[in-house]
């Protein structure tokens, strides 16, 4: 396997510190890996400024990087350009969001920047938003009023807000 | 034409104008998300007591972006600008530092709820409309950093509209208190308004659109809001407490450095 494969199978293990099924591949955070013969650099994308969890990723993904035997030397920046979006999450992303029991981003935003997700749970769609703003920065609160859950889901973040 | 971190060092003078603009946006986020976090366990309901920690939460995020560019500038280090800067090195207006209401979070807290739904509405706005402005800033990393904030800022913006409108069309009660901060608070936008005393070299290399057209862009952002309501906007606004651009401050903001700045200043050498 080349370096690179190997880096990019090791990302796949560093996951949100806040919700563990997800990695930063799938959050769509990694914006370049470049590697040359025993170094890599990681550009990565912070999702929310104010995010606590930002420095944990970025320690963790050094301390990954560093057990591969042939890297020596990693560096790991975060860049703003492009801007972090809720669209960058993959699918598998979209999906183990869900496993946790989060509504992942919605795809569309009405043209009044209005949005609507399901049920993460029962899939049903009569659901309404309790709060925009929830336990951590990227989510809000909600509640299905079919099965009676609450639930959190993946804040849209669009650069036509 | 775009300029990189490495032209700005090179060219003195854009560097201080720069400088002066990073230090008026980051010390502005920075003292009101610091605000923002005293009201955490005493907003009206939990819901809010989630949504604006929250906001302060982003909120203290752009400041330490802000600083991190002035870092990137070799002004210093962000926990340095942050927390270990005089107030009358400041430059945050002084509607931003001014206490909650009496008392402190600690003892007795009697904050003005109203106060804080309209300082921070008009400071949200004042704010989207400079971070608009700077998506085409002529600094390429103030205009990506723009683009961030930006969508952050929306939902920001979402809320505290949203209490603005709704508590001036509550019981009179309410209204009256509204009212009466929107007052106070319009006594002091000029010193929100304001680039200081360099604003006409920040808006000359394009770091931002000049002064009054951004305040005309505010106007014409809230007027259709103060007629939904039945407020009027003043013709004229204030700087009753002193222009804190010019490092003019209170003390308010010189007891809030003291809180804030407590731990950090026992071991600034400490790794966090």
């Keep these: ?93 979209r999906r183990a969001l869900k496993e946790f029991g989060i509504a992942p981003p919605p795809i569309q935003l009405d043209e009044t920047g209005e949005w609507h997700v399901d049920c993460p749970y029962c899939e049903s769609t009569y659901t309404t938003i309790e709060n925009l703003f929830g336990p951590t920065a990227c989510r809000s609160i909600l509640y299905c009023k079919s099965c009676k859950n609450p639930f959190e889901a993946m804040k849209p973040i669009s650069t036509l807000m | 034409m775009k300029r990189s971190m490495d032209d700005a060092i090179k060219d003195s003078e854009y560097k201080s104008a720069l400088t002066e603009l990073l230090f008026q946006l980051a010390d502005d986020d920075f003292i009101l998300a610091y605000r923002g976090s005293e009201w955490l366990g005493l907003a009206p309901h939990i819901e809010e007591d989630v949504a604006y920690s929250s906001i302060s939460q982003d909120t203290m995020g752009h400041a330490a972006m802000f600083y991190q560019l002035l870092e990137d500038l070799q002004i210093g280090k962000v926990d340095d600008l942050a927390h270990a800067r005089e107030a009358s090195e400041r430059k945050n207006a002084v509607l931003l530092e001014m206490v909650n209401g009496p008392g402190t979070y600690l003892v007795e807290p009697q904050y003005d709820w109203a106060f804080a739904v309209v300082r921070n509405f008009f400071y949200t706005s004042v704010k989207k409309i400079r971070i608009e402005s700077m998506k085409n800033s002529s600094y390429q990393p103030l205009s990506e950093v723009a683009v961030k904030v930006n969508m952050e800022l929306y939902y920001h913006l979402l809320h505290w509209k949203t209490w603005f409108i709704q508590l001036t069309k509550a019981n009179e009660e309410a209204r009256e208190k509204m009212l009466h901060a929107t007052n106070r608070v319009f006594e002091e936008l000029d010193g929100l308004l304001t680039l200081g005393p360099k604003n006409e070299a920040i808006s000359s290399f394009q770091l931002i659109d000049a002064e009054e057209t951004l305040k005309q862009r505010w106007i014409q952002m809230v007027q259709p809001i103060f007629e939904s309501i039945n407020f009027t906007i003043p013709e004229k606004f204030g700087m009753k407490h002193g222009n804190g651009r010019n490092g003019e401050h209170t003390e308010d903001l010189q007891k809030a450095l003291q809180t804030l700045s407590e731990v950090y200043l026992v071991d600034p050498a400490a790794s966090w």
């Design chain 1, 1 to 93: 396997m080349d370096l690179k494969n190997e880096v990019m199978k090791a990302l796949h293990l560093v996951k949100d510190p806040e919700i563990d099924s997800i990695s930063v591949v799938d959050l769509g955070m990694i914006e370049s890996v470049e590697t040359k013969e025993n170094s890599v650099s990681i550009q990565l994308l912070p999702t929310f400024m104010g995010c606590p969890a930002l420095d944990i990723i970025k320690n963790n993904v050094v301390k990954v990087l560093s057990q591969i035997k042939e890297i020596e030397q990693v560096d790991v920046q975060f860049v703003y350009h492009p801007p972090w979006t809720s669209d960058r999450i993959t699918e598998d992303g």
